[in-house]
């Protein structure tokens, strides 16, 4: 039997061996760097916000003029209800709610990216005093400019009657004017209200109670008013007994431009279409129940072989391509937001995306200043009977 001799160094030798063949095969992940993990991917660009553009008064060429403002859009923080977001841009709660189908009112979610319908398709109206658009809830105002002044053309959102006290249509005229109106509620509205539980008194004092707000005005037609309100959130929607309401900044700021004699145009139009620098715009409001595009609209069927002959006739003397698939979609959808359809034109959705995006703040130059103070009034006695007013509101 052949045995091994245990020489003193040999073994130590032979492990040094031993540990130099396992390090060489096991040489890269012995002495190479270890792998390391991927650097995390770069955060996408926070949006670029613009200052926010004023939406009251617009330059105004009565031979040229046919669209005036620009499309916006912004951001909703976790405070902000869309009626909040109204009144900032000097929108009205349907304009606004019409433009964001989807998005809760009052709770529209931080971040949720907000459509603003700040352009707009002038009606068909005599350019003179004050129109206003029912189906738009906007109105108006063209004031006669001074010798050598450019004109502009001044717009704010409105309230107007609800289903069954209608605004009516026409023309009229302001027949007298009131701060600090004290409101005698009409027996038809008062009967409504104590029908409901809800006995209004024979006469309403000025102050912060007063549905008719800081300022009021008659038109000629009996019972109808324009005035403020103490209830900002219903400016912009049906809910008024026939009567124009307007948010308080505004009708403080127009109550002193607007003269007793003023003339006032109602219409309403919810389908208008406008050229303008080469553009055909078409914006489309949801027809009033009362309207005889109603039917037709609940239907799906609005956008017919007769709209497109009368808006063809529009387009043809400006020799403009019409995309008239995208009309279609425009009137059918009725966001009320004024869009170019003509070639080259892009998809509604694209086109909504393209809007300017801006800070979620009030524009330099708007009426309101963000604050809920209440108009100051007279005291009660110089608010009584000579500026008592009957009405609807």
């Known amino acids: 039997m052949i045995g091994f001799v245990n020489v003193p160094g040999i073994r130590s030798t032979r492990n040094v061996a031993l540990v130099a063949v396992f390090a060489t095969l096991a040489g890269c992940s012995i002495f190479a760097p270890q792998p390391q993990e991927p650097p995390p991917p770069p955060e ?67 971040g949720t990216r907000i459509v603003l319908p700040t352009q707009f398709v002038l009606p068909d109206a005599p350019r003179e005093g004050l129109v206003v658009n029912l189906a738009a809830l906007r109105m108006y105002y063209f004031p006669k400019p001074a010798q050598g002044e450019q004109r502009v053309v001044v717009t704010v959102p409105i309230g107007i009657g609800m289903v069954g006290w209608a605004t009516p249509e026409g023309t009229t005229k302001i027949v007298s004017k009131r701060k600090d109106p004290v409101w005698t509620p009409p027996a038809s509205v008062r009967k409504e209200h104590a029908a409901e539980g809800d006995i209004l008194p024979a006469r309403v004092p000025a102050g912060p109670d007063n549905p008719l707000g800081a300022f009021a005005m008659n038109l000629g037609w009996p019972s109808y008013l324009m005035h403020g309100t103490n209830k900002p959130a219903g400016v912009g929607m049906r809910a008024s007994h026939g009567c124009i309401r307007l948010y308080p900044e505004d009708i403080a700021t127009l109550f002193p431009q607007l003269p007793i004699g003023t003339k006032v145009t109602v219409v309403n139009q919810p389908l208008l279409y406008k050229v303008q620098d080469g553009q055909f715009y078409v914006q489309s409001f949801p027809p009033h129940e009362e309207h005889p595009e109603a039917k037709a609209a609940a239907k799906g069927q609005r956008f017919n072989k007769k709209v497109q002959e009368k808006m063809a006739q529009r387009a043809k003397p400006a020799a403009v391509t019409v995309d008239w698939a995208l009309v279609e979609q425009v009137v059918n959808a009725a966001k009320g937001v004024a869009v170019p359809v003509s070639q080259p034109a892009v998809g509604l959705d694209q086109f909504l995306a393209s809007a300017l995006l801006v800070e979620n703040r009030i524009p330099a130059g708007a009426t309101w200043d963000g604050s809920d103070r209440p108009v100051p009034i007279r005291d009660e006695a110089a608010a009584a009977a000579p500026v008592a007013a009957s009405g609807g509101r």
């Open 44 to 110: 996408p660009p926070k949006p670029q916000y613009a200052e926010p553009l004023a939406t009251h008064t617009f330059p105004f060429d009565p031979q040229t003029t046919a669209v005036v403002g620009t499309l916006q859009a912004t951001i909703a923080t976790h405070e902000d209800t869309l009626p909040d977001i109204a009144r900032r841009f000097n929108l009205g709660y349907d304009e606004v709610i019409n433009a964001n189908p989807g998005v809760d009112p009052w709770l529209p979610k931080e």
